[in-house]
């Protein structure tokens, strides 16, 4: 079974940076297009970011020009490189296939406050 595992949280003053990273199990990244989502308290959760299996890359308008999206196939590792945070960055950050597909793994919290 296809597991995900986020890792990267932390408590980042306005303007910081922060490195996500989500560790995929089994065989299957290489071949899969991958997303990061984020849900901030009180919201649903949406996609901030997407990376095909190829590498093209696509973004929410909320993140655009901050945040960038990138793959290491040989690692099975995904990544999500924040900048410039804002405090409505604030939220558990998840990985999943783009569409979704695995089961949600448990998230990793950013915290974006002075």
């Known amino acids: 079974q296809v597991q995900l595992v986020e890792s990267g949280r932390d408590l980042v003053q306005p303007g910081g940076s922060l490195r996500l990273s989500c560790l995929v199990s089994?065989?299957?990244?290489?071949?899969?297009?991958m997303g990061w989502y984020r849900q901030a308290p009180g919201k649903q959760r949406v996609m901030v970011a997407r990376?095909?299996?190829?590498?093209?890359?696509n973004y929410a308008d909320s993140v655009e020009g901050r945040f960038t999206i990138s793959r290491d196939n040989a690692k099975n590792t995904l990544y999500l490189q924040m900048n410039s945070l804002k405090p409505e960055d604030t939220a558990v950050y998840y990985c999943n296939t783009a569409p979704i597909s695995i089961t949600w793994g448990q998230g990793t919290q950013v915290t974006v406050s002075s």
């Open positions: 990376i095909s299996k190829g590498g093209s890359t």
């Open positions: 089994g065989s299957i990244f290489s071949i899969v297009h």
